[in-house]
């Protein structure tokens, strides 16, 4: 069965700074989608990045960068220059790797950006 | 243009009656989801359809019973609440059914139900 691990319940980063959020998974399965999603305060999920697990590259979207160690089964969500709308809760979250198109989610990590 | 959009927002009501959230996509997706978000934040699927036929059910209670008309729209029923239905349910669509990886799943904003 597949399983996302956010290991950091609670982050706090300063303005500007960069910051990692770490994720590590299991899965047997050799074909699987990593996701990170932002939940700010106001409730709505959004999606911030995607990697494929045949991706050869890291993926990129802006400030968001996704560290994709395969071998580590992990996949840190790096913000750099943090800003203050950063600070919300981020969700680690799989697709496939067994579990067919459902998304399995990890328990979040909620980020604090401080001036 | 709301891709997904789900309504009610809020909803409280008794322990005992039966209440619906609507769900409905513009993005021509083949599959649409329910999630369930508890105290905790924790995020756990409920339900998934591809092309109005449930695919995931995943141990949920019979009191919860999702309904799709259509490809786009993708109801959540539930009958006698509990205390403990208490939470945020998303609903989500997405494409590419049948590939694992592929494109991201779009939420709702989410309907935050309150049983008291």
């Known amino acids: 069965a597949q399983k996302i691990t956010q290991t950091q319940p609670g982050m706090f980063v300063q303005e500007k700074e960069a910051v990692t959020l770490d994720c590590t998974y299991d899965t047997s399965d050799p074909s699987y989608g990593l996701f990170w999603y932002k939940q700010p305060s106001s409730g709505e999920m959004i999606f911030l990045i995607y990697q494929g697990s045949y991706d050869q590259q890291n993926a990129t979207e802006g400030r968001y960068s996704l560290n994709f160690q395969k071998a580590r089964k992990s996949a840190n969500l790096v913000i750099s220059a943090s800003q203050l709308g950063d600070s919300a809760m981020y969700f680690c979250?799989?697709?496939?790797?067994?579990?067919?198109?459902?998304?399995?989610f990890g328990t979040g990590t909620q980020l604090k950006v401080e001036l | 243009d709301t891709a997904v959009s789900q309504t009610p927002k809020y909803l409280v009501t008794q322990m005992g009656n039966d209440k619906s959230i609507k769900c409905e996509q513009n993005?021509?997706?083949?599959?649409m989801y329910w999630y369930k978000q508890d105290s905790k934040k924790f995020l756990k699927i409920m339900f998934s359809?591809?092309?109005?036929?449930?695919?995931i059910n995943e141990t949920v209670p019979n009191r919860f019973s999702p309904k799709s008309p259509d490809k786009a729209h993708l109801n959540l029923h539930i009958n006698s609440l509990e205390l403990g239905d208490s939470a945020v349910y998303f609903c989500?669509?997405?494409?590419?059914?049948?590939?694992?990886?592929?494109?991201?799943?779009?939420f709702g904003q989410g309907t935050r139900l309150t049983v008291v």
């Open positions: 993005l021509g997706h083949d599959t």
């Open positions: 359809y591809n092309n109005k036929e449930l695919i």
């Open positions: 989500a669509s997405s494409q590419e059914p049948h590939r694992a990886s592929g494109t991201e799943a779009f």
């Open positions: 979250a799989m697709r496939g790797g067994g579990g067919g198109n459902k998304l399995t």
